[in-house]
T-cell receptor, first 115, second 116 residues
Framework: AQSVAQPEDQVNVAEGNPLTVKCTYSVSGNPYLFWYVQYPNRGLQFLLKYITGDNLVKGSYGFEAEFNKSQTSFHLKKPSALVSDSALYFC?????????????FGTGTRLQVFP | EAGVTQFPSHSVIEKGQTVTLRCDPISGHDNLYWYRRVMGKEIKFLLHFVKESKQDESGMPNNRFLAERTGGTYSTLKVQPAELEDSGVYFC??????????????FGNGTRLTVT
């Protein structure tokens, strides 16, 4: 079955420090991987995706993610965190098996950046 | 370009009542999805429309949930009768392509449903 796991419910980091939000996946075939962010009282916003190509993917707001096939991971990273990055982050894998096309999400990780 | 809009933003109803949620996708997007997040859990897929047809409704919890997309434009999701466990945030999303791969979903702000 296609699935993603976000092992951390919350990540705390000081402003200016690097941040990592972890995600591992389990899929059959080549994975299509996504990160979305949800700010308070807002919908999910697309951050970045991995389909094929370079393992390091760059996205919006200075975020990037590293695809690691051997570890089946797709961790979200940012070199220097901002207080405004505080939000809920969701990792997702696209399930495109015959007859279906949907995103399967993890449980989310709350990122708290302290001044 | 207007984004995906959902109405209402919040709804509080009593157990046994009926609620209808509405989603207007981005104009021209044939694919429309409904998802739900129950407090603290993952965002779960409910169903997928391609134009007016239900492509995949495997995530619909039970027959108290009815989704429609007449004319292939906006969609409604009706819960009748509502139960306590239906509480959560209901998200709608749309996208342009299906099998091209990689097209991100565009989400609405969600409807927070509280059943008391």
């Amino acid at each position: 079955a296609q699935s993603v796991a976000q092992p951390e419910d919350q990540v705390n980091v000081a402003e200016g420090n690097p941040l990592t939000v972890k995600c591992t996946y389990s899929v059959s075939g080549n994975p299509y991987l996504f990160w979305y962010v949800q700010y308070p009282n807002r919908g999910l916003q697309f951050l970045l995706k991995y389909i094929t190509g370079d393992n390091l993917v760059k996205g919006s707001y200075g975020f990037e993610a590293e695809f690691n096939k051997s570890q089946t991971s797709f961790h979200l990273k940012k070199p220097s965190a901002l207080v405004s990055d505080s939000a809920l982050y969701f990792c997702a894998v696209r399930d495109r098996r015959r007859g279906t096309d949907k995103l399967i999400f993890g449980t989310g990780t709350r990122l708290q950046v302290f001044p | 370009e207007a984004g995906v809009t959902q109405f209402p933003s919040h709804s509080v109803i009593e157990k046994g009542q009926t609620v209808t949620l509405r989603c207007d996708p981005i104009s021209g997007h044939d694919n429309l999805y409904w998802y739900r997040r129950v407090m603290g859990k993952e965002i779960k897929f409910l169903l997928h429309f391609v134009k007016e047809s239900k492509q995949d409704e495997s995530g619909m919890p039970n027959n108290r949930f009815l989704a429609e997309r007449t004319g292939g434009t906006y969609s409604t999701l009706k819960v009748q009768p509502a139960e306590l466990e239906d509480s959560g945030v209901y998200f709608c999303a749309s996208s342009q392509d299906v099998w091209q791969g990689g097209s991100p979903l565009h989400f609405g702000n969600g409807t927070r449903l509280t059943v008391t």
